[in-house]
């Protein structure tokens, strides 16, 4: 038997953090950041608890920065032992890690640490290193020994690296979802089946809905609209993954319509262009890609690299596309690109993935007359629009999927999605598969 504590992703979708103590050694899953409303990026502060010195061991199960964010702060307040991770993840983890610090550090220069989705500086360039110092990899499929237990990562096709964990202790199999990926995707293979589980931490995002089917046909409606207006379009895309979908589309859409071929389309994110070469150092962790011929994952496009080359894109003439990270506005260059555009009324900022609350993204979406960015209040006349087809995350009936994967009937817990979703996901499980099933709470404690 054990002791589960859910720490993070549990009454809020981010800063995924779960504690389990066995035998009086503890070891975390996941270790990310809260990000949103000043309230729920308030609870980085919270002290974990136990001790950071006092945790044996880390496993992480992908590189988004609510997964990982929170490791260097783990260090700077005294964690000293293992890290466990995919080899993508790893990699993915150091160029994360290093966006994030230089953000903070940016942000608490200009002094604008006030703003509700931006977190304080946690931690410095010495605990970046650190982390990376204490990260061990182990790949899909093989197993390791972490505070007397068995583990495995399997395949969760959320993002490159990304893996769901299967724990053993004793005859008994925790697993943990991690962020659980799509079917039939572009770049990424379908998610390993689960396999036998006592218990189950299972995210839910998305657990109350379904992705609309024709992500690529809204995609072309809303670029043919926006080239109408004739201004700039702003796509936040986060720099792992979605990046590299959007493109594929875009590729494709370049191909078969000549009015979107027409749009010039820049790539305005140093990280996303490190990522692309993940997929080059690691081409068994996806797909197999297409020629390059010259293109950015098949589309015709323009990597702008310098910050100058950056600041000129606000002052470009006309239609064209920008796409930029952060995916919900959080941070990055895409900040500067909406603070200089959100209020024309012929600019267009398309966002393609899930917002979380309380930040810049959420705002926009949800209708809001005007915004603070950069310490500024701003009119919002530019068209905002959200297409939620490209989402990592797997929807209701995938989750249903694969957690038909699963040949036991395990205590389900549901965390990392906003109530609604959870309780619905918990309602589904209960009716349709007859397990127990329960909404996970922050600071609560279970024995499994």
């Known amino acids: 038997m054990a002791e589960l504590t859910f720490i993070g992703a549990a009454d809020t979708v981010t800063g995924s953090k779960h504690l389990l103590t066995r035998n009086g050694r503890h070891m975390l899953i996941d270790c990310g950041l809260f990000q949103g409303t000043a309230e729920v990026t308030a609870l980085n502060s919270v002290p974990l608890p136990v001790a950071p010195k006092d945790i044996e061991s880390v496993v992480i199960t992908h590189g988004h920065i609510d997964h990982v964010g929170y490791l260097p ?73 972490v505070c007397g237990m068995k583990a495995q990562f399997q395949n969760a096709a959320h993002i490159i690296g990304s893996s769901f964990v299967q724990l053993d202790m004793g005859d008994r199999r925790v697993v943990f979802s991690g962020d659980v990926g799509r079917y039939n995707r572009t770049l990424l293979y379908d998610p390993t089946a689960m396999g036998p589980a006592d218990v189950l931490v299972c995210e839910a995002t998305y657990g109350d809905r379904v992705h609309p089917p024709d992500a690529l046909g809204a995609l072309e409606a809303t670029l043919l609209q ?22 594929f589309s875009l590729g494709s859409l370049q191909a078969s319509n000549s009015q979107i071929a027409a749009l010039p389309v820049y790539l305005d994110s140093p990280m996303a262009e490190k990522v692309d070469d993940l997929f080059q150092q690691f081409p068994d962790a996806h797909k197999p890609l297409p020629p390059n011929n010259g293109k950015t994952f098949g589309a015709a496009a323009t990597v ?92 209701r009936d995938e989750i249903q999927r694969w957690l038909q994967t699963c040949t036991g009937k395990p205590h389900f817990y549901a965390v ?26 922050r600071g609560v404690t279970v024995t499994i």
């Not at 966006?99 to 002094?111: E, M």
């Not at 207006?229 to 979908?245: D, H, K, L, S």
């Not at 309780?423 to 397990?435: A, E, G, I, N």
Request: hydrophobic share 40%.
């Open 304 to 395: 702008v690299v310098t910050t100058d080359d950056s600041k000129r894109l606000n002052t470009l003439p006309g239609a064209h596309i920008i796409i930029s990270s952060s995916g919900m506005a959080a941070g990055g260059r895409v900040l500067h690109h909406i603070y200089h555009h959100v209020s024309d009324p012929k600019a267009t900022i398309l966002f393609v993935g899930y917002q979380g609350a309380g930040t810049l993204g959420s705002v926009l979406t949800s209708g809001a007359k005007t915004v603070r960015i950069l310490g500024d209040i701003l009119p919002v006349n530019a068209t905002v629009g959200n297409i939620t087809g490209y989402s990592a995350h797997a929807d």
């Open 416 to 441: 990392h999605g906003e109530p609604v979703a959870a309780q619905f996901l918990c309602d589904t499980v209960r009716s349709k598969y007859q397990w127990v099933a329960d909404v996970a709470h």
């Open 73 to 145: 702060k783990l260090v700077h307040d005294g964690f000293r032992g293992t890290i466990f991770a995919t080899p993508p993840t790893r990699a993915l983890m150091s160029i994360v890690l290093e966006d994030a610090l230089n953000l903070q550090s940016h942000l608490q220069k200009r002094g604008l640490h006030h703003e509700q989705y931006i977190p304080p500086a946690y931690y410095n360039e010495a605990d970046v290193q650190r982390v990376l110092q204490l990260t061990q990899t182990a790949a899909l499929a093989t197993p390791f020994d």
């Open 226 to 247: 926006a080239g109408e207006r004739g201004g700039p379009i702003i796509i936040p895309a986060f720099a792992v993954e979605r990046t590299q979908e959007i493109l």
